[in-house]
C-alpha cells in the first residue's frame, strides 16, 4: 500500500519540484519575464485572463475531440482491415507508414485552400496526425493473434470473421488503449499547430497572438492549459483501461 502511494504522488511531487527549481532560477537570476516567465508570472496570467484563455480552451477541447474521434473510426477500420488480411497488410501498412513519415503541418495550407480558416483544417490535423498510432495498434494485435489458437477455432467450427471478431478484437483492446493514450496528446498537438495558422481562435491562435505582443506569460498560460487538457485525457483513458482491460494486467499489478 505505501508503495502504491508514493507511486500515485510520485509524479506531484516531481511536478511540484519542478516548479519550484524554476521560480527560485528565475529569480536568483534576474530572468526577464519577456523572455522566459516563471511560474508566479504565468499564474497571474492564468488568473488575469482566465475568461479568455477557457474560451480558447474550450475551441481547441471540441475541434481536437472531433478530429480524435474520426480518427478512432478510421483507424479501427483501417486496423482491422490491415490486421485480419495478410495480403492488405502486404499493400497498405508500408503505404500508411510513408504517409505518416509527412509532416502534418505542411498540410495545413493546403487544407485551409480546401476548408477556409476555421474549425476544418484543425479537426482534420488533429485526425491525420492521431489516426496512425490507433491503425498500427489495432492491426498489430489482430495480426499477432497465434495460429494455434486460430486452428483450435477453426477445429471448433468458427469462422475467420468469428475468430476476428469474438477473440481478436477483445485481444486487442490493450493495444487499443494503449494507442488512445499516445494518439489523444498527438490530437492536441495537430489542432493546436494549425490553429497557430489557419484560425483566428483557439489555444494555438492564443500563442501566436500572445508571443507577437510579448506576453511570454500568457502564452506560456496557454501551453499549460494545452498540457493539462492531454493529460486529463490520459488519466481518462488510463481509467477505462484498467476497468476494462485487469485481465491483461493481472501481472503487473504488483504492490
Known sequence: MHQKTVERWAPWLLLAAIVLLWQVLCAALAVSEFIFPSPWSIATQLVQFGDVIAGHAWRT????????????????LLGFVIGSSRLAYAALYPLMTAFN??????????????????????????FLISFFPIMVNIATGLATLEPELEDVLRVLGARRWDVLVKVGLPRSL???????????TLAFVGTTVSEMTAANEG???????????????LAFAGL?????MAMVMYELFSLVEKHTTAWAHRGTQGG
Open 224 to 228: 499549460i492549459v494545452v498540457g493539462a
Open 174 to 184: 490493450p493495444y487499443f488503449y494503449a494507442s488512445l493514450k499516445v494518439a489523444i
Open 203 to 217: 489555444i494555438g491562435y492564443l500563442l501566436v497572438s500572445a508571443g507577437s505582443s510579448m506576453q511570454m506569460g
Open 61 to 76: 477541447f471540441w475541434v481536437t475531440m472531433a478530429g480524435f474521434g474520426l480518427a478512432i473510426v478510421v483507424g479501427v
Open 101 to 126: 513519415a509527412l509532416p502534418k503541418a505542411a498540410f495545413v495550407p493546403i487544407l485551409v485552400v480546401w476548408f477556409g480558416i476555421g474549425a476544418g483544417p484543425a479537426i482534420l490535423t488533429a
